[in-house]
Structure formats: C-alpha cells, structure tokens
C-alpha cells in the first residue's frame, strides 16, 4: 500500500473512532436514549425575532394568535404603553411570583427565575409591568445582547422551551410575550 493511501485510511479510520466514540458516550450519558437538545452556550434571534424584539423596544408587544403560525402586534397609543383588554381595559402588572411561575412553564432554572424577573422589574417593586416586560425584551436584540448576561438568561429560557438550537425564532420570541400578556389579563381580571 503507497504511503499516501495509508495515510488517508488512517484518518479515516481516526475520524470514525472520534465520531464513534462520540455517540457512544451521548448514549451513555442518556441511558441509551436519544439525546435530547441542549441549550446553545450563546443564543441569538432570528432575523425574524430580531424584528419582534425591535417592536418591544419601540413600545408594541407581538404575541401569538389563536394559530402558533400568527403573530399579531398589541401596541401603545399616546405615549403610554397599553395592551387592549376585553372591555377597553388597560392591561396591569404582573407580581414576581406570577412572572416566576410563568417562568417555570418556559423551563428556567431556579436561578434563571431570579436574575430573569431582577431584570425585567426595573422599578424593583415587586410586580413587572407591560412598560418594564418591552423594555427587557428589547435588551435581547442587537450584539450588545450576545455579552448581556440578563438578555441570554431570557434568550435560553426562549429557546429550551422552542427546539434548544441557539437561535430563537418569532414563534419562541412570541411565545414568552403571550405567556406574560396571558398572565396579565389573568392578574387584571382578578
């Protein structure tokens, strides 16, 4: 055998070891199951999302419609931030233990709870308001967002509760913000 063919047969065969080793210790790891995704280190958004959290910073919340393929935009008017109610109400607050609890359906850790609603309560009083909810989402767009450590805690809770690949899309960015415009609505009517 020329000493160019056994060269390449022994990256090869280095590449399948590495390659085999590899899904063998996944599977090890995992019981033998298959492996469930794992959150990205640094998550970013989709230009589509990108888009969602530009609104949020302009003062307009995009949610999900009763379809999972519509976003619908929910915006201020004067000045002040609003979200329309049933009855031309004002949306409220939501407390920190409701936001927390939200949180929780979304997957983040218990210190992803904490530094998460530290983040978004500005004012720190407790309750996280619709003015306070776009600001912080606004914080995850842009390069600044990649080194921001509140932007990324938000980013991978966004992410893990979507598809766990490192890029949350409009669909996962506008599943957070129907899940605090819900909490809202549920805090107001109460």
Same mark, same amino acid.
């Given at each position: ?15 399948? *070891? ?26 970013? @958004? ?5 888009? @969602?959290?530009?609104?949020? /910073? #302009? ?32 949306? /409220? ?8 609890? @939200?949180?929780?359906? $979304? ?7 904490? #530094? &998460?609603?530290?983040? $978004? ?6 309750? &996280? ?14 390069? #600044?967002?990649?080194?921001?450590? $509140?932007?990324?805690?938000?980013? #991978? ?5 979507? *598809?766990?690949? /490192? ?24």
């Amino acid at each position: 055998m020329s000493p160019l063919i056994s060269g390449l047969a022994s990256v090869a065969s280095m590449i399948f *070891n590495a390659a085999a080793s590899g899904a063998g210790k996944a599977s090890a790891r995992r019981g033998g199951e298959a492996a469930a995704p794992e959150p990205s280190a640094v998550v970013t @958004l989709s230009p589509e999302a990108q888009t @969602l959290a530009g609104m949020a /910073g #302009q003062g307009v919340l995009a949610t999900q419609g009763t379809s999972a393929e519509t976003v619908a935009a929910v915006g201020r008017s004067s000045g002040q931030t609003t979200a329309a109610l049933p009855g031309g109400r004002a949306a /409220g607050a939501v407390s920190k233990d409701d936001f927390q609890a @939200l949180l929780t359906r $979304f997957g983040a850790t218990d210190d992803q709870k904490q #530094q &998460i609603t530290a983040g $978004f309560d500005a004012d720190k009083d407790g309750v &996280i308001t619709h003015d306070e909810f776009l600001k912080g989402l606004a914080r995850t767009r842009g390069q #600044q967002a990649t080194t921001d450590p $509140f932007a990324q805690a938000v980013l #991978q809770v966004m992410d893990r509760a979507g *598809n766990a690949d /490192g890029t949350v899309g409009k669909d996962e960015f506008a599943a957070l913000s129907s899940a605090f415009g819900l909490a809202e609505r549920r805090t107001h009517t109460v």
